[in-house]
């Protein structure tokens, strides 16, 4: 259980994400195409069972109750027991893809709940049982409880200090004393320079 616990925890899901997206895509487009080829005789034998029972007026009106038997009638062959072999196993290469992306959730939801020190069971948890929904409310949780890092992007209690990497959340304007982002240069607020004092006379020297 530790093993996995740690695997989660040093996966990179945005190359999961990305090469799984690709594959789903692939998955999708040829099963379609297989699909349709492998039906290809039963599709043609309804769109020319359509085409004369509609000269008839067989899909008009009062006889859209005759549907029981309407293959036998119109001579739609039933597909053989390899096309059902092969259908059964695309879908199940389907239902395969879709579990991969619903655990795909739980397990991010772990990852990131365990770094920004929330509870690493429940969230998991509710990603398990409500995917998406699960995910969606743990981003608005962990934005109002949490910030994120600018240097090294981890999410954590707010605080003056990042936990892991030591860079300030807020840097204080020596003028006017508002608070600004690490990344500002100028003080929004009063225009006033946040560079350190030895940044400002290498650059002063510089020009």
């Known amino acids: 259980m530790k093993h996995w616990k740690e695997r989660i925890l040093q996966m990179k899901f945005g190359k999961l994400v990305k090469?799984?997206?690709?594959?789903?895509?692939?998955?999708?487009?040829?099963?379609?195409?297989?699909?349709?080829?492998?039906?290809?005789?039963?599709?043609?034998?309804?769109?020319?069972?359509?085409q004369q029972a509609d000269q008839m007026d067989g899909f008009r009106?009062?006889?859209?109750?005759?549907?029981?038997?309407?293959?036998?009638?119109?001579?739609?062959?039933?597909?053989?027991?390899?096309?059902?072999?092969?259908?059964?196993?695309i879908g199940?290469?389907?239902?395969?893809?879709?579990?991969?992306?619903?655990?795909l959730v739980p397990a991010w939801l772990y990852q990131a709940s365990k770094q920004a020190q929330m509870n690493a069971l429940l969230w998991p948890l509710l990603g398990l049982i409500w995917s998406l929904w699960g995910l969606l409310l743990f981003l608005?949780?962990?934005?109002?409880?949490?910030?994120?890092?600018?240097?090294?992007?981890?999410?954590?209690?707010?605080?003056?200090?990042?936990?892991?990497?030591?860079?300030?959340?807020?840097?204080?304007?020596?003028?006017?004393?508002?608070d600004c982002s690490p990344g500002d240069q100028y003080c929004g607020h009063c225009g006033s320079s946040l560079k350190p004092a030895e940044d400002s006379k290498t650059t002063n020297e510089t020009r």
Not at 92 to 103: D, H, I, M, N, Y
């Open 140 to 178: 608005v949780v962990r934005s109002l409880l949490r910030q994120q890092c600018s240097s090294c992007g981890i999410w954590q209690r707010k605080a003056s200090f990042c936990r892991t990497c030591g860079a300030k959340f807020h840097v204080t304007c020596p003028s006017c004393g508002t």
């Open 19 to 50: 090469r799984l997206t690709i594959l789903s895509i692939c998955v999708v487009l040829l099963g379609g195409i297989l699909s349709v080829v492998l039906l290809q005789p039963q599709i043609s034998q309804i769109t020319s069972a359509a």
């Open 61 to 89: 009106g009062e006889h859209f109750h005759d549907w029981d038997g309407w293959d036998d009638d119109h001579g739609i062959t039933e597909p053989s027991l390899p096309v059902k072999g092969a259908l059964l196993a």
């Open 92 to 103: 199940a290469v389907f239902c395969a893809l879709f579990a991969v992306w619903w655990l």
